[in-house]
Nanobody, 127 residues
Framework: QVELVESGGGLVQPGGSLRLSCAASGSAVNYMYTIAWFRQAPGKEREGISCFSVSDGMTYYADSVKGRFTTSRDNTKNLMYLQMTNLKPEDTAVYYC???????????????????WGQGTQVTVAS
């Protein structure tokens, strides 16, 4: 129904920048109410870092990335981007995009609420 494919990961030095892309396709892509970015570091739980609510056009960010990461969309191409700046070693993780049929204003960061996931792209921040 919905396929999500992330790209753009790689190795970057601390303080550097990287832009991830998420390409969405499928018959139900236009019915998604929430599109989000998550990440998962080794040995840690999956963390919601940003989401875009289609219903109100708002973008939400986790405190850990607020001011450094920016989510944007190209609706004409069904693309979502995550621009990451001032990267830190603790940002090292596999980054995923996810989509949900619904929007949850206060719990958007919970992975269990999402219906579709990409395969992830590795981001490594190291000197």
């Amino acid at each position: 129904q919905v396929e999500l494919v992330e790209s753009g990961g790689g190795l970057v030095q601390p303080g550097g920048s990287l832009r991830l892309s998420c390409a969405a396709s499928g018959s139900a892509v236009n019915y998604m109410y929430t599109i989000a970015w998550f990440r998962q570091a080794p040995g840690k739980e999956r963390e919601g870092i940003s989401c875009f609510s289609v219903s109100d056009g708002m973008t939400y960010y986790a405190d850990s990335v607020k001011g450094r990461f920016t989510t944007s969309r190209d609706n004409t191409k069904n693309l979502m981007y995550l621009q990451m700046t001032n990267l830190k070693p603790e940002d090292t993780a596999v980054y995923y995009c996810a989509a949900a049929w619904n929007f949850f204003a206060t719990t958007w960061y919970k992975p269990s609420l999402y219906d579709f996931w990409g395969q992830g792209t590795q981001v490594t921040v190291a000197s």
